[in-house]
């Protein structure tokens, strides 16, 4: 095998393994939003019932249009993690 074929099976190997880690950190990053969106649906979910123990019905009508804007900014949030990684997982 010749230097020069030598240097392309070596570059090859660091592209392939560069495109792997990329795509294991895509990954990561999704998996990590799936946690945060868990994490603040249970938080609310918690919140709505000592809103309805606590406060009554007001709160309860308050409580909800906060759940409201909560859901929007997560579902914004995986939009954009989403939007983000997708094409990152794709190109390899």
């Known amino acids: 095998m010749s230097e ?4 392309v099976v070596v570059a090859t190997s660091a592209v392939t393994a560069a ?3 990329e795509a294991a950190a ?3 990053a999704a998996a ?7 994490v603040v649906v249970v ?4 919140v709505v019932v000592v809103e309805v123990v606590v406060v009554g019905v007001v ?3 308050v409580e909800v249009a906060v759940v409201v804007v909560e859901v929007v900014v ?4 995986v939009l954009v993690l989403v939007t983000q990684i997708a094409p990152k997982l ?3």
Do not use: C, R
């Not at 990590?32 to 868990?38: E, F, H, L, P």
């Open 74 to 77: 997560v579902l914004i949030a």
């Open 59 to 61: 709160g309860v009508v």
């Open 26 to 28: 895509a990954a990561a």
């Open 32 to 38: 990590a939003a799936a946690a945060v969106v868990v």
């Open 43 to 46: 938080v609310v979910v918690e």
């Open 19 to 21: 495109a792997a880690a």
């Open 90 to 92: 794709t190109e390899n």
């Open 4 to 7: 020069a074929e030598k240097l």
